[in-house]
């Protein structure tokens, strides 16, 4: 009877002991497998890297993942996934759901984040942060985001606002449609997506449809050139090609939803607004 009682009142200990533990991370995931390369990002930013065992073929930031173990690209591979013993893969659902699903129910423990907008991504370093025992570095980092998405916001959010126009192949011609997290990039900055009579993410749009917009500002993330962009029929009169308004960028700056979207961000508003970009603070953008 003593040692029952013993027991029961020992019983909150026990239970507060359990959430200490959880809290500071020793349940937290250890080996991480990513299958997304924004997701591999996000793990870094709060400081998870070292538990990171594989990414896929196309994850190439921060430099040292592309030392670690592939377990494939765009199709992955289950044998080589349940080889490495992973805790936890995750990734982002609009990309990767059936091969979480399908890794779920081989037993695998599996995180499905869904960033589809540029304030996901708070909450998905957050939801990071608590899986990998980094919550505080990732409620800071996601606070250092929001503050300076805020400040640019409030910056250019007033008129005018220079029609844009976003290359991200060319074979067939894509951009983004205005329910992308990159269109929202371009309103942050101060621009206006020609794009937005698109419905979906990322789209095809036509020469002709884009000739007809007329944008102001070109930017290129598929390696073409200004000159090539002057060459096509009928772009030789586009506002853009006249002023000379075409910029190249990084596809992954603004292919990817992670922090490092600011850094595309703030050089869209130094293409659209060059004298108020000056003005603007870098100090809360460093969130790693």
Known sequence: MKERKFFLKSL??????FLILVHYGYASARRIISLTPSVTEMLFTIGAGNQVAAV???DDYPPVVKMLPKIGGVQ???EKILALKPDLVVGEKSL?????????????HTLALNTKTLWDIPASLEILGEKTGHFKKA?????NFLKALNQIKKKFDHPPFPRVFVELGDHPLLTTGRTSFLSEAIQIAGGKNIG???????????EEEVVAKNPQVIILADGETAHEIAERPGWSKVSAVLNKKIYSI????VMRPDTRILISILKMSSWFHPISQASISRAPIRSR
């Open 12 to 17: 909150p200990f026990f239970f507060f002991f």
């Open 56 to 58: 896929t073929t196309a």
């Open 76 to 78: 992955v591979s289950y």
């Open 96 to 108: 990767v759901g059936n091969q979480l699903e399908r890794l779920k129910q081989l037993g695998i």
């Open 139 to 143: 409620e800071t980092a996601a606070s």
């Open 196 to 206: 937005d009579f698109l419905p979906k993410g990322f789209e095809m749009i036509s």
């Open 250 to 253: 990084n596809p992954d700056l």
